[in-house]
């Protein structure tokens, strides 16, 4: 027959076939069968689109009039094939995985193999075949009735394609336990006879007994019996008891097969316009290599497909993420408007001409601080002698070892206390690793010595000659020890960094069992104070021991510190003005109180009370001064307020506008100066100084006129929970707009830590989406900060399931108030924010069209192998702990993913330098959603090779993370960017 006789022959024996030509080259094959399941096997060997639409379109009609199913073998020389039936209405419907053996070398072990008997079906009574053969189909993800399947066994049998096809009940002892449908092909393969075992079961009384294993193995035997050379076979990826067996058997897996299912849709011929195409088709994903692991806790058996993603040193994972990095960033590069936006929302950023932020004023009034001005990738040392004098530039970061062309950044400054000398640190790629320099302000040149492994907290010595730091032992942001055994070093001007002189420590003070997750902590907040603290926070619990011992040993020896405060007193770090101790305490008192204790006179129970608490507000922040005390409470999260207070009085100290956020800053306890800064959601940050009971703007930095952002109204709203519980949702949209269910709507949300998500002005991502058209909201779920310390209990540990109801809530609140829709409605979450954003989409993924993760923690089982496992495991909880075990499943959105669930479009990102949440936690729920997924709309996943957890992020990085998030979702919304 002739090539072209073979493209032109039509329909025999209840089968078809369609073939391709391309330079006498086959690129295309398809064959079909019209039973039940309907299935057409599809491979492809490359081929140009343009070929791919003109055989499709016509394969493509025939699949809707016999209504079949495709069978993909998702290789890579498939993809033109799988961008065509996408883009013509495929969707995925089901996958297994193919394994085959080579049995020519295959050699029968019968050692530990039970003696099974075969017995064909034309051998017994099909009345009683049918009745076992019902019971073994129980579990079986096909779905089908006894009759349809009965009926698929005998065509399998009737084909004439099988040489042997025979349908066997397995007997042992004269015992019917099982099943097995087996034959060869000889035509399939060259010169190989494939062995088919076309369905393998056991009966549920003998299950669980490794029965199938061995069946499996002697299925195998049977085949090379009958004649065949290799076997190949398949199952649900999802059937993880088949898929051991494979492996147990020495069968090696060849891909993974996607069923198609076809759509009664018009057939539409594909542009070839590649960016046009991209969007207009479903995604073709970097398939991720899987090596599942199952592991028992307490009786709960947990299958983690993806585990040795974990492994990012690994060369095959590591060609997944970079493979998912240059998918992903295609699309968002093709994203139309996305580069509008981005211009736009460089626009707002640039209103100003710089941003002022680290802000150190010394006693005698001389400023440090650092400003980012127009066109910086990040932000440079400034300084002025007092508040009257000009800017002069110190320090730019571009100048720290040029020669290796990297990005770094200013992280820290810390002036002496004189201002002779300012410690810098500096990081670069957002791994939060800093090395610090010393500049010598006498003559405004970096001192020659670097120290290396720098972690935070400089405090210098009282004759500004030296200073202490926290070391860090262990820089590399991968291990599972970045964040352990953190010592005290003290360090003079001139000597040789390298020689650590630390003198405080688990190993300086084992009588203090310092635990290597603890973080030890020293501060002198005055060079005239005759005390210092030290401070283990204890990453066992929120709170912290507080010690105090003499000045003079913080510049020689091993400090021996007395007791101050212990964290059964539930006390937060506080500040020390002369020999008393001011600190806000939530013991008894969820909301807090300040209280003070005098140092040696006074214990906790005689501390004295300065602010007592109140219902519905929690106190903020304070400072002490010589004017006296100030402080801030806050309400929901969103609506702050200053005081002082005088005689015992709380006097309110009023703004001009009202504040959602508010912090202080001040010079030190002996000094009358401080400063106020304060911003809203519609409202920029603005400092002020009080003096003489004014309010005095004091800012470093010029305003900006936002016009656009003028006919913006906020409305703070409490929405009933599911357990009745009141969560306060902050609303932000344009004046006017109808309540029509139709408006783009992002809402955010977080709740862990304690942490608040506080009003700020976002000029370049809130702000921006609601100047396009859209809605921004913040839920401020249980497990943040914003109602208290019993706010953020409910949402701790076995509690955690009240963030992502309290959010869930919010979502419908704003669909029967009709300000959205589910189809309008896109949900972002950063970092712990993962858990709630992650949960509320694999709980409800009706409620959502778009979802959005970045750097999110997805995968809460495992957080005891993340970097900072101290902190996340006191708000998660442990997998050693049986009751917090539970809990952590639950919130693990990675485990909740469901196979055949129609997910929202998600967008999910990861920084390989990540110090915090590594790459693999929002890495392996991204494997998992693509392969899991069954709707038409995108997963895809971008890890950056050149940043962290966003914090230390250059400009360029920012602006452009930001612009993908939002052009994604108003992409995915149908919104357009004007």
């Known amino acids: 027959m002739t090539k072209q006789q073979q493209i032109l022959k039509q329909e ?16 295309a094959f398809f064959t079909g069968f019209f039973h039940e399941p309907h299935l057409a096997s599809l491979t492809s060997n490359g081929g140009s689109p343009e070929n791919i639409i003109k055989l499709g379109n016509h394969f493509f009609s025939d699949c809707q009039k016999h209504k079949i199913n495709i069978l993909v073998h998702d290789v890579p020389n498939a993809q033109n094939l799988m961008e065509w039936l996408y883009g013509v209405g495929f969707t995925i419907n089901y996958k297994k995985r193919l394994y085959y053996k080579e049995l020519k070398e295959f050699q029968y072990q019968e050692e530990g193999i039970p003696p099974f008997v075969f017995r064909s079906l034309n051998q017994l009574d099909e009345g009683f075949f049918k009745e076992l053969f019902y019971e073994g189909l129980e579990g079986d993800p096909l779905n089908q009735t006894t009759d349809q399947r009965m009926t698929y066994l005998k065509e399998i049998m009737d084909r004439d394609d099988f040489n042997t096809a025979t349908c066997n009940l397995v007997y042992l002892k004269e015992e019917p336990i099982g099943f097995i449908l087996a034959g060869v092909i000889t035509d399939s393969i060259p010169n190989e006879v494939e062995g088919v075992i076309l369905h393998i079961g056991i009966l549920p009384a003998f299950r669980k007994k490794g029965l199938g294993q061995q069946l499996h193995y002697r299925a195998i035997q049977y085949l090379k019996e009958i004649g065949a050379t290799i076997y190949y076979g398949s199952t649900a990826s999802t059937n993880e008891g088949m898929i051991k067996i494979f492996e147990k058997n020495g069968c090696e897996m060849k891909c993974e097969q996607l069923y198609l299912e076809a759509k009664n849709k018009e057939v539409e011929v594909i542009p070839i316009d590649k960016k046009k195409a991209r969007l207009a088709t479903q995604y073709n994903y970097p398939i991720a290599p899987s090596k599942p692991i199952t592991e028992d806790y307490f009786g709960t058996k947990i299958t983690d497909h993806y585990r040795n993603l974990e492994s990012l040193e690994d060369p095959e994972v590591q060609k997944w993420f970079k493979a998912q990095g240059a998918y992903t960033e295609n699309i968002l590069d093709s994203i139309p408007e996305r580069d509008t936006l981005l211009q736009k929302m460089e626009d707002f950023h640039q209103r100003k001409a710089y941003f002022v932020s680290n802000i150190n004023v010394t006693r005698d009034d001389q400023c440090f601080f650092l400003k980012q001005q127009q066109g910086a990738e990040a932000a440079q040392l400034f300084y002025r002698k007092d508040e009257h004098s000009e800017d002069e530039l110190l320090y730019d970061p571009k100048d720290y070892k040029p020669e290796t062309q990297k990005n770094y950044i200013i992280s820290e400054i810390c002036p002496s206390w004189d201002g002779r000398y300012v410690a810098i640190a500096i990081s670069h790629s957002g791994l939060e690793i800093n090395e610090m320099v010393i ?14 492994h720098y972690y935070s907290n400089i405090t210098w010595f009282p004759n500004n000659r030296g200073f202490t730091y926290i070391h860090r032992p262990v820089i590399d942001v991968h291990s599972e020890g970045l964040f352990a055994n953190t010592e005290v070093v003290r360090y003079y001007i001139g000597d040789d960094p390298k020689e650590l002189d630390i003198f405080f420590s688990k190993d300086t003070h084992p009588q203090l069992n310092i635990t290597s997750a603890d973080y030890v902590y020293v ?3 005055d060079p005239l104070d005759q005390y210092i603290l030290g401070a283990v926070f204890k990453m066992d619990s929120p709170y912290s021991e507080i010690y105090y011992t003499t000045v003079k040993e913080l ?20 500040i020390l003005v002369n020999d008393t101790f001011f600190f806000k305490t939530v013991k008894n008192t969820p909301n807090g109180q300040i209280r003070s204790i005098t140092i040696g006179r006074e214990s906790v129970g005689t501390s004295t009370l300065l602010v007592d608490t109140k219902a519905d507000t929690i106190i903020d922040d304070f400072e002490v001064t010589s004017e006296g005390l100030y402080f801030t409470r806050i309400k929901n999260g969103v609506e702050s307020k200053l ?38 959601w519609l409202n920029d940050y603005t400092r002020y100084k009080y003096v003489n009971q004014q309010l005095i703007e004091a800012n470093l930095t010029l305003p900006a006129q936002y016009p656009e952002f003028e006919n913006f109204v906020v409305k703070e709203v409490l929405v009933t929970s599911h357990d009745g519980e009141e969560v306060p949702l902050s609303i932000i949209h344009q004046k006017g707009i ?3 269910g139709q408006h783009p709507t992002i809402m955010e949300g977080y709740g862990s830590h304690n942490f608040s998500l506080k009003p700020h002005f976002g000029r370049r991502d809130s702000l921006a989406w609601v100047a396009q058209g859209g809605i921004y909201c913040v839920a401020h779920v249980r497990g943040g900060g914003e109602k208290g310390e019993a706010w953020y209990e409910a949402g701790r540990k076995a509690n955690k399931p009240n963030t992502w109801k309290d959010f869930i809530a919010c979502t419908e609140y704003l669909i029967n108030e009709n300000y959205t829709c589910p189809e309008k409605m896109a949900i972002w979450g950063k970092s712990s924010g993962g858990i709630t954003i992650g949960r509320a989409m694999t709980a409800r993924p009706d409620l959502y069209a778009v979802v959005l993760l970045e750097v999110g923690v997805m995968n809460t089982l495992r957080a005891e192998k993340m970097p900072n496992t101290y902190y996340a495991t006191l708000d998660y909880g442990m997998s050693i702990n049986p ?22 479009a998600t967008l999910i990102t990861a920084g390989m330098n990540d110090p915090r949440v590594p790459a693999w936690q929002p890495g392996k729920f991204a494997a998992k959603l693509q392969a899991y997924n069954t ?19 250059i400009h360029s990085q920012k602006m452009k993370s930001l612009a993908n998030v939002l052009a994604f979702a108003f992409w995915q919304l149908n919104h357009p960017i004007t």
């Open 12 to 27: 025999k024996d209840n089968r078809f076939r369609y073939q391709l030509l391309e330079n006498e080259e086959e690129i």
């Open 439 to 452: 500049m010598d302000m006498t003559t405004r040149k970096i001192l020659p010595q670097i120290i290396s």
């Open 523 to 525: 501060d002198l907040f």
């Open 555 to 574: 510049e020689h020896g091993i400090p021996h510190w007395k007791p101050l405060l212990t964290v059964d007193d539930q006390a937060e770090y506080g």
């Open 643 to 680: 005081y002082q207070v005088q005689e015992g009085k709380e006097i309110v100290i009023p703004f001009a506008k009202p504040a959602g956020r508010i912090s202080l800053s001040n010079k030190g306890g002996r000094y009358p100066d401080i400063w106020i800064t304060t911003s809203g």
């Open 738 to 740: 109808e309540l029509n």
């Open 883 to 904: 009751i917090e075990c539970k809990g952590l499943i639950e919130m693990d959105a990675y485990l909740q993913l469901q196979e055949g669930v129609e997910y929202p």
């Open 935 to 953: 709707s038409n709309k995108p997963t895809i996943f971008w890890a950056d090779y050149g940043a962290g957890h966003g914090v230390e992020n």
